[in-house]
């Protein structure tokens, strides 16, 4: 299976300069509102907890060329 997939990948990047290869990469950061535990300042007399029970995320995109280099 994965040998067909380089096969096909092969035939479309046929002709196609290493310059015009870009990869892009998708990280999900999110929190979870439910969590146990709290960290607050130590001079802290009545630490308060705001639940706000929806989860909340951020998403980061990263795009790379193909032709580089490495050091």
């Keep these: 299976m994965l040998s067909s997939l380089f096969e096909e990948l092969t035939k479309t990047l046929e002709g196609v300069k290493p310059e015009a290869i870009f ?20 001079d802290v007399k009545y630490p ?14 990263q795009g790379s060329k193909f032709v580089g280099f490495m050091t």
């Design 23 to 42: 990869n892009y990469d998708e990280s999900n950061l999110s929190d979870d509102p439910g969590k146990k535990k709290l960290i607050f300042h130590r």
């Design 48 to 61: 308060d907890n705001v639940i706000n029970f929806t989860r909340s995320a951020i998403c980061c995109l």
